[in-house]
C-alpha cells in the first residue's frame, strides 16, 4: 500500500483547545472571577424571550430586579482547565456585550477580605506594605510545591521557622553531616525568616511566601568561611533536589567573567537553564553592581536595598544593572553601626551585635551558643535583607502560575515595579512590587509561543515528538526558542520548561554545534519504540544527526553529518548547496505493518519536498509538498507568495486502537487532521490559540 495515500493526523481530540477572546480594555485582567459567569444589564424594552432564543446555550437568572445573572451552559465544570474556564467566560463576556439589546455586562469579579497577618511583631515590619505585601497576601501566601533555596549559613530551630523547611538539606561544607548553623553570627536565619518565615503561629513576624517550602543549603563553615566551591555545589544540590528560587544573600567584590568564575557561571546557568530562578544580593560596598559576584553573573536577578523613605540605603550597591530594588533598611556597617539593629526578646550578646537602631528589616533570630542559643527577632539592614523579599515574591508568582520561566519572572518583576525617581539609575528598574509582579504573573501565558523574542512576528515550533510508554500514557514534547515544553494527553504541561543547553545529551550534542549567542535549534525529532530496539530518540540539527536511548546515552556512531547517510545523500542532502549545509525542516518515523513492506516507514520534508524511505533505507516515494493536495490547501496555502513551502515541524502518532494521525506546524499556525484523514477542529488555528501552545 502507498503510505502517502493513507490521510494522517494528529491527536487532535485530546490536545483540542479553546480560542481566546482578548479582555475587552476596560476589563482589569488581574482580578478573579466566577467562571462561565457575566452580570448583565439590559436596555429598558429589550425582550428577554427574544435574548433566550438566540443564546440557548445560557441561562439568564435574575438576582435582583436590576441586574440579570447570565451563565454559560457547560458539562462537568470542573474538567475544564484555568486557563478554558477564562476563555469561555470572555468569549461569553463580548458575545454579550456585543449585543444591541445590553446597556452593559461585566465579569462577576470576586473579593476578598484584605488579609492581616496576626504575627505579634508584624506592625513592625516596616518593609512590607512599600512593596504591596498585603495586597500580594490576598492573591496567595505561597505553594509548599515551591522551593526556595537558601544559601547561607545553615538553620537553626527558631520557632518561626519550624515547619518550613523542607526535610531535604544539604552541608556544603561537609557533606553528609547537618546543615545545622553551629556559628556565631545567625544571617541565615534572617534572611530564611523574610523569605518565608510562618504566619498566623502566634511567634514573631511573617515571611514574604510564608506557605513555600525552604532548601536548606549551608555554604558556610562553623567560622563563617564560604569557598566559591561551596557556593557551587550548593547550587547544583538545590537544582537536583527541585529549588524553583536560589537565594544568594552574600557577595565578592569582583565582576563575575569568564575568566574569574567559570564554575559559578557554569552553576548559574544550569540552574536558569533548568527553571531556576536566581537572586543575589547587588551587595553592601556602594559601588556598582557590576562588580560585585554573584550580582553580575548572567542569569542572576541582582537586588539592591532601600531604606524606610525608599530611598536607596547608602551602604547599597547600585547601578542600571540592578535586577530590582526592596527594602534592606538604612543605616551604615561603619561606625556606629546603624546597620545592626536591636533584638526584641533577645538577651545580651555581644556576637549578635545588637545596638539600638530599628532602621532594618524585622526577622528572626537566634544568639550565639555563648548566649543560649535563644530564639528571638531583630532589626538588620543590608542588601542581604532586600533580597529574601525578591526570592519570596518569586515564589509567590511561581505558586500562582508554576510554569513562569527564569527569564518571564525578571521581565515581570521590572516591569511591574513603582518608580523611583530620586534614585536616578542606581536602583536599576524601581522599587519592587509584590501584588502587581504575581499578578501579572497569573495571567501571563506560558507555552512554546510565549518565548518568542520578536513581538508580532509568527511562532515558531522547532519540533513535536509524541511519545506512548508502556503503559500508553503519551508525552509529547515541544522544541522551540531553544527550550522544550512536555504535555501530556490532556495538554497540561509535565515538569518544568528548560533550556536545551540545560539538558546534558543536548548540550554535548546539537547545541555545541549552535553559533554563540543564538538559541540551540532542534531542527528534526523523531521519539519511538523501534521494534526490536527499543526507546529511541533521534535529533537532526545543524547538518548533522543524533541518536540517544531511553537514558539519553548516545548511540555508537554519533554525531554523523547528514549528507554521510546514503539515502539522505541521494534525498534530500542532493538539494543542499553542501555537503555539510543538509537541513531537514521534519523527520518523522511511524511503525505501520497496515502499510505493507516491512511495516517501518521513515518521512522527510526539506527544501519543499518530501521523501518517505522504508525500514531497510530504500526510497519509496519523492515529490513536491505542493503535489499532495492536504498540504496545498493547508500548510502551504500560507507561504509568502513565490516561496518554497515549508514546514517546521510534523508528527505522526498512533492512536490507540486507531489508525495513525499527522499534526504539522508552520507559517505560526497548527494544522491537523484525524486519523480518518479529516480537519480538526484545530486545522489552521494560529498557534497563539492552542492553549498549550501560548
Same mark, same amino acid.
Given at each position: 500500500? /502507498?503510505?502517502?495515500?493513507?490521510?494522517?493526523?494528529?491527536?487532535?481530540?485530546?490536545?483540542?483547545?479553546?480560542?481566546?477572546?482578548?479582555?475587552?480594555?476596560?476589563?482589569?485582567?488581574?482580578?478573579?472571577?466566577?467562571?462561565?459567569?457575566?452580570?448583565?444589564?439590559?436596555?429598558?424594552?429589550?425582550?428577554?424571550?427574544?435574548?433566550?432564543?438566540?443564546?440557548?446555550?445560557?441561562?439568564?437568572?435574575?438576582?435582583?430586579?436590576?441586574?440579570?445573572?447570565?451563565?454559560?451552559?457547560?458539562?462537568?465544570?470542573?474538567?475544564?482547565?484555568?486557563?478554558?474556564?477564562?476563555?469561555?467566560?470572555?468569549?461569553?463576556?463580548?458575545?454579550?456585550?456585543?449585543?444591541?439589546?445590553?446597556?452593559?455586562?461585566?465579569?462577576?469579579?470576586?473579593?476578598?477580605?484584605?488579609?492581616?497577618?496576626?504575627?505579634?511583631?508584624?506592625?513592625?515590619?516596616?518593609?512590607?506594605?512599600?512593596?504591596?505585601?498585603?495586597?500580594?497576601?490576598?492573591?496567595?501566601?505561597?505553594?509548599?510545591?515551591?522551593?526556595?533555596?537558601?544559601?547561607?549559613?545553615?538553620?537553626?530551630?527558631?520557632?518561626?521557622?519550624?515547619?518550613?523547611?523542607?526535610p531535604l538539606e544539604f552541608n556544603a561544607a561537609a557533606p553528609g553531616?547537618?546543615?545545622?548553623?553551629?556559628? $556565631?553570627?545567625?544571617?541565615?536565619?534572617?534572611?530564611?525568616?523574610?523569605?518565608?518565615?510562618?504566619?498566623?503561629?502566634?511567634?514573631?513576624?511573617?515571611?514574604?511566601?510564608?506557605?513555600?517550602?525552604?532548601?536548606?543549603?549551608?555554604?558556610?563553615d562553623n567560622a563563617g568561611g564560604i569557598t566559591i566551591e561551596r557556593?557551587?555545589?550548593?547550587i547544583h544540590w538545590a537544582v537536583d533536589n527541585g529549588a524553583r528560587?536560589?537565594?544568594?544573600?552574600?557577595?565578592?567584590?569582583?565582576?563575575?567573567?569568564?575568566?574569574?568564575?567559570?564554575?559559578?557561571?557554569?552553576?548559574?546557568?544550569?540552574?536558569?537553564?533548568?527553571?531556576?530562578?536566581?537572586?543575589?544580593?547587588?551587595?553592601?560596598?556602594?559601588?556598582?553592581?557590576?562588580?560585585?559576584?554573584?550580582?553580575?553573573?548572567?542569569?542572576?536577578?541582582?537586588?539592591?536595598?532601600?531604606?524606610?523613605?525608599?530611598?536607596?540605603?547608602?551602604?547599597?550597591?547600585?547601578?542600571?544593572?540592578?535586577?530590582?530594588?526592596?527594602?534592606?533598611?538604612?543605616?551604615?556597617?561603619?561606625?556606629?553601626?546603624?546597620?545592626?539593629?536591636?533584638?526584641?526578646?533577645?538577651?545580651?550578646?555581644?556576637?549578635?551585635?545588637?545596638?539600638?537602631?530599628?532602621?532594618?528589616?524585622?526577622?528572626?533570630?537566634?544568639?550565639?551558643?555563648?548566649?543560649?542559643?535563644?530564639?528571638?527577632?531583630?532589626?538588620?539592614?543590608? $542588601?542581604?535583607?532586600?533580597?529574601?523579599?525578591?526570592?519570596?515574591?518569586?515564589?509567590?508568582?511561581?505558586?500562582?502560575?508554576? /510554569?513562569?520561566?527564569?527569564?518571564?519572572?525578571?521581565?515581570?518583576?521590572?516591569?511591574?515595579?513603582?518608580?523611583?525617581?530620586?534614585?536616578? $539609575?542606581?536602583?536599576?528598574?524601581?522599587?519592587?512590587?509584590?501584588?502587581?509582579?504575581?499578578?501579572?504573573?497569573?495571567?501571563?501565558?506560558?507555552?512554546?509561543?510565549?518565548?518568542?523574542?520578536?513581538?508580532?512576528?509568527?511562532?515558531?515550533?522547532?519540533?513535536?515528538?509524541?511519545?506512548?510508554?508502556?503503559?500508553?500514557?503519551?508525552?509529547?514534547?515541544?522544541?522551540?526558542?531553544?527550550?522544550?515544553?512536555?504535555?501530556?494527553?490532556?495538554?497540561?504541561?509535565?515538569?518544568?520548561?528548560?533550556?536545551?543547553?540545560?539538558?546534558?545529551?543536548?548540550?554535548?550534542?546539537?547545541?555545541?554545534?549552535?553559533?554563540?549567542?543564538?538559541?540551540?535549534?532542534?531542527?528534526?525529532?523523531?521519539?519511538?519504540?523501534?521494534?526490536?530496539?527499543?526507546?529511541?530518540?533521534?535529533?537532526?540539527?545543524?547538518?548533522?544527526?543524533?541518536?540517544?536511548?531511553?537514558?539519553?546515552?548516545?548511540?555508537?556512531?554519533?554525531?554523523?553529518?547528514?549528507?554521510?547517510?546514503?539515502?539522505?545523500?541521494?534525498?534530500?542532502?542532493?538539494?543542499?548547496?553542501?555537503?555539510?549545509?543538509?537541513?531537514?525542516?521534519?523527520?518523522?518515523?511511524?511503525?505501520?505493518?497496515?502499510?505493507?513492506?516491512?511495516?517501518?516507514?521513515?518521512?522527510?520534508?526539506?527544501?519543499?519536498?518530501?521523501?518517505?524511505?522504508?525500514?531497510?533505507?530504500?526510497?519509496?516515494?519523492?515529490?513536491?509538498?505542493?503535489?499532495?493536495?492536504?498540504?496545498?490547501?493547508?500548510?502551504?496555502?500560507?507561504?509568502?507568495?513565490?516561496?518554497?513551502?515549508?514546514?517546521?515541524?510534523?508528527?505522526?502518532?498512533?492512536?490507540?486502537?486507531?489508525?495513525?494521525?499527522?499534526?504539522?506546524?508552520?507559517?505560526?499556525?497548527?494544522?491537523?487532521?484525524?486519523?480518518?484523514?479529516?480537519?480538526?477542529?484545530?486545522?489552521?488555528?494560529?498557534?497563539?490559540?492552542?492553549?498549550?501552545?501560548?
Open positions: 500500500m /502507498n503510505p502517502t495515500s493513507i490521510p494522517l493526523a494528529l491527536l487532535g481530540l485530546a490536545f483540542a483547545g479553546s480560542s481566546l477572546a482578548a479582555p475587552p480594555p476596560e476589563t482589569p485582567g488581574n482580578l478573579r472571577f466566577v467562571p462561565f459567569e457575566v452580570i448583565v444589564k439590559f436596555k429598558p424594552g429589550a425582550q428577554l424571550s427574544s435574548a433566550k432564543a438566540q443564546m440557548p446555550d445560557v441561562a439568564l437568572g435574575a438576582p435582583s430586579s436590576r441586574i440579570h445573572l447570565a451563565r454559560l451552559a457547560v458539562a462537568t465544570p470542573r474538567l475544564y482547565r484555568p486557563e478554558e474556564k477564562k476563555a469561555e467566560t470572555l468569549a461569553l463576556l463580548d458575545r454579550l456585550r456585543r449585543r444591541s439589546d445590553v446597556e452593559y455586562a461585566q465579569l462577576n469579579y470576586m473579593f476578598d477580605l484584605s488579609f492581616v497577618p496576626t504575627d505579634p511583631l508584624y506592625a513592625q515590619q516596616w518593609h512590607y506594605p512599600p512593596i504591596g505585601m498585603p495586597a500580594a497576601w490576598d492573591i496567595t501566601r505561597g505553594s509548599n510545591a515551591v522551593r526556595i533555596a537558601i544559601l547561607d549559613t545553615g538553620r537553626t530551630t527558631h520557632p518561626d521557622l519550624v515547619g518550613r523547611w523542607s553531616t547537618a546543615a545545622t548553623d553551629l556559628g $556565631t553570627w545567625r544571617h541565615g536565619t534572617h534572611v530564611a525568616g523574610i523569605a518565608g518565615a510562618a504566619t498566623g503561629n502566634g511567634v514573631g513576624g511573617t515571611g514574604v511566601c510564608p506557605g513555600c517550602q525552604l532548601l536548606n543549603v549551608k555554604i558556610s557556593i557551587v555545589s550548593g528560587v536560589i537565594n544568594m544573600s552574600l557577595e565578592a567584590g569582583s565582576p563575575c567573567t569568564q575568566a574569574n568564575f567559570p564554575a559559578l557561571r557554569d552553576a548559574i546557568d544550569r540552574a536558569v537553564n533548568n527553571s531556576v530562578s536566581v537572586v543575589a544580593a547587588a551587595g553592601n560596598g556602594a559601588v556598582n553592581v557590576d562588580n560585585v559576584t554573584p550580582a553580575s553573573c548572567p542569569g542572576v536577578i541582582s537586588v539592591a536595598a532601600t531604606d524606610r523613605n525608599n530611598a536607596l540605603a547608602p551602604y547599597s550597591s547600585r547601578g542600571v544593572n540592578v535586577g530590582v530594588t526592596a527594602p534592606g533598611g538604612g543605616g551604615v556597617h561603619t561606625s556606629p553601626f546603624s546597620a545592626y539593629g536591636q533584638g526584641i526578646a533577645c538577651p545580651a550578646d555581644t556576637n549578635s551585635f545588637f545596638y539600638p537602631f530599628t532602621e532594618g528589616a524585622l526577622s528572626a533570630w537566634t544568639t550565639s551558643a555563648a548566649s543560649g542559643n535563644v530564639h528571638c527577632h531583630r532589626f538588620l539592614s543590608g $542588601t542581604s535583607m532586600a533580597t529574601p523579599h525578591v526570592a519570596g515574591a518569586i515564589g509567590l508568582m511561581l505558586s500562582t502560575n508554576t /510554569n513562569l520561566r527564569p527569564d518571564q519572572v525578571r521581565a515581570l518583576l521590572r516591569a511591574t515595579t513603582t518608580a523611583l525617581p530620586a534614585c536616578g $539609575t542606581n536602583c536599576g528598574p524601581g522599587l519592587l512590587h509584590v501584588q502587581r509582579a504575581v499578578s501579572a504573573g497569573r495571567m501571563t501565558t506560558t507555552g512554546p509561543c510565549s518565548a518568542n523574542p520578536v513581538a508580532g512576528s509568527a511562532c515558531k515550533i522547532d519540533g513535536i515528538a509524541q511519545y506512548r510508554n508502556a503503559s500508553g500514557a503519551l508525552v509529547e514534547s515541544v522544541y522551540a526558542y531553544g527550550q522544550i515544553w512536555q504535555f501530556n494527553a490532556s495538554g497540561t504541561q509535565i515538569g518544568v520548561t528548560r533550556n536545551l543547553r540545560g539538558i546534558p545529551r543536548y548540550a554535548s550534542g546539537p547545541c555545541a554545534y549552535a553559533p554563540a549567542g543564538q538559541p540551540c535549534e532542534i531542527e528534526s525529532i523523531v521519539t519511538m519504540e523501534h521494534p526490536g530496539i527499543g526507546y529511541v530518540e533521534s535529533v537532526s540539527a545543524y547538518g548533522r544527526g543524533w541518536n540517544f536511548d531511553i537514558n539519553g546515552s548516545p548511540w555508537p556512531a554519533n554525531n554523523f553529518l547528514l549528507s554521510s547517510i546514503a539515502r539522505y545523500a541521494a534525498g534530500p542532502c542532493a538539494y543542499a548547496g553542501s555537503s555539510t549545509s543538509c537541513k531537514f525542516d521534519t523527520r518523522t518515523i511511524v511503525h505501520a505493518p497496515e502499510w505493507g513492506l516491512d511495516g517501518l516507514f521513515e518521512s522527510i520534508t526539506a527544501y519543499g519536498r518530501y521523501w518517505i524511505f522504508d525500514g531497510g533505507g530504500r526510497m519509496i516515494e519523492s515529490n513536491p509538498l505542493l503535489n499532495v493536495t492536504r498540504y496545498a490547501t493547508g500548510p502551504c496555502a500560507y507561504r509568502p507568495a513565490g516561496t518554497t513551502c515549508k514546514f517546521d515541524s510534523l508528527d505522526l502518532q498512533r492512536i490507540p486502537g486507531g489508525g495513525i494521525s499527522e499534526t504539522i506546524t508552520a507559517y505560526g499556525r497548527y494544522f491537523e487532521w484525524d486519523s480518518n484523514g479529516n480537519p480538526t477542529v484545530n486545522h489552521g488555528k494560529l498557534l497563539t490559540t492552542i492553549t498549550r501552545m501560548r
